[in-house]
Nanobody, 130 residues
Framework: QVRLVQSGGGTVQSGGSLKLSCVVSGGTLSTYCLAWFRQESGKGREAVAVIDEDGDLRYGDSVKGRFTLFKEDAKNTLYLEMDNLQPEDTAMYYC????????????????????????WGQGTQVTVSS
């Protein structure tokens, strides 16, 4: 049974930084496609960043240059480092994993939607005050 357990998040002022963590158990991190999504109240889940098992890493347009996804395979942990946070980044953040998903090499702009991922973390709130 694959399980994703998140930590981190909280409240920060505009321009500040936060780091989210996601520990994956029940599987080998290096074989998964991994992602961070976020969801504002009343809206659908938006992809923030994704990395597949080949190391193909992509970011949503709204976070490029500010957020960094990285992982430590030995610790089975996925991270999201968020810098220069803005009030519009306020949302519930979720990590996600799938064992059968690879990013298409012929479309570098493609980022899978939430429906493509089987396994999910419990979510953690990030609030950015102005």
């Amino acid at each position: 049974q694959v399980r994703l357990v998140q930590s981190g998040g909280g409240t920060v002022q505009s321009g500040g930084s936060l780091k989210l963590s996601c520990v994956v158990s029940g599987g080998t991190l290096s074989t998964y496609c991994l992602a961070w999504f976020r969801q504002e109240s009343g809206k659908g889940r938006e992809a923030v960043a994704v990395i597949d098992e080949d190391g193909d890493l992509r970011y949503g347009d709204s976070v490029k240059g500010r957020f960094t996804l990285f992982k430590e395979d030995a610790k089975n942990t996925l991270y999201l480092e968020m810098d220069n946070l803005q009030p519009e980044d306020t949302a519930m953040y979720y990590c996600a994993a799938d064992d059968a998903l690879n990013l298409p090499t012929w479309d570098r702009s493609y980022i899978p939607g939430s429906g493509s991922f089987k396994f999910w973390g419990q979510g953690t709130q990030v609030t950015v005050s102005s």
